[in-house]
């Protein structure tokens, strides 16, 4: 992006508001539209990782600000008023606004739509690991598939490492039909899933590298 102009990517800012003075709407020479946003501390825009490798370590787990874990925004937003380098406030002006935020779309719920249709609860979860398996084919990129217990795809990747693609059918919605929690789908979780999957075969590892949590929308 640098090399193509002066613009730059902000990663420690927050949208606090969006606002659309739609008198303004048709004029070409006006900026309708007005974006409060807010400033993180470092520790707000890159939290700590939860998850970690059987010998208690840290490990990535692919989450960072996104909409694999519990909307925590209100938590986020009182958090920065407490530390005075994230407590400013910027007034944006456009013509123009883009909405990229997928499906639990901010700025979709600030103009007030609705989703239409049905959503899905299909989840993924990815492992990068160093496999202890008795399955031949751990080596060879293949697609695994159960009759009742989903499908594993097998990527193997640099230092001994093997990606996982985990196909999660175990997943339970929240009270009153709520959306799963993303963030108590567990490592383990995630390799319990494979298991049941590549039975009779035995899976387990000896590192676990990397984890995430990946949506499906059909």
Not at 134 to 161: Q, T, Y
């Amino acid at each position: 992006m640098e090399a193509c102009g002066a613009s730059g990517v902000d990663r420690g800012v927050m949208p606090v508001e969006l606002s659309i003075d739609e008198s303004l709407v048709d004029d070409n020479e006006a900026y309708p539209i007005t974006v409060t946003l807010r400033h993180l501390s470092e520790n707000d825009a890159t939290p700590q990782q939860s998850a970690t490798s059987a010998n208690g370590a840290a490990i990535q787990d692919g989450l960072f600000r996104s909409n694999m874990t519990p909307d925590d925004t209100h938590e986020l937003l009182q958090a920065s008023k407490l530390d005075a380098k994230a407590d400013r406030e910027e007034i944006v002006k456009a013509k123009y606004m883009l909405g990229a935020d997928g499906a639990h779309s901010w700025v979709r719920n600030q103009l007030g739509f609705k989703l239409e249709g049905d959503s899905t609860d299909y989840i993924w979860g990815v492992l990068d690991i160093i496999p202890i398996t008795d399955f031949p084919d751990i080596r060879m990129r293949c697609a695994i598939h159960s009759a009742n217990a989903g499908s594993v795809m097998v990527i193997p990747r640099e230092n001994k490492l093997v990606r996982l693609y985990i196909q999660l059918t175990t997943t339970e919605k929240g009270e009153g039909g709520a959306k799963v929690d993303r963030s108590k789908i567990t490592p383990q979780v995630i390799l319990e899933s494979a298991q049941r999957i590549m039975a009779p075969y035995k899976l387990t590892y000896r590192v676990l590298d990397w984890v995430c949590r990946t949506p499906m929308a059909v």
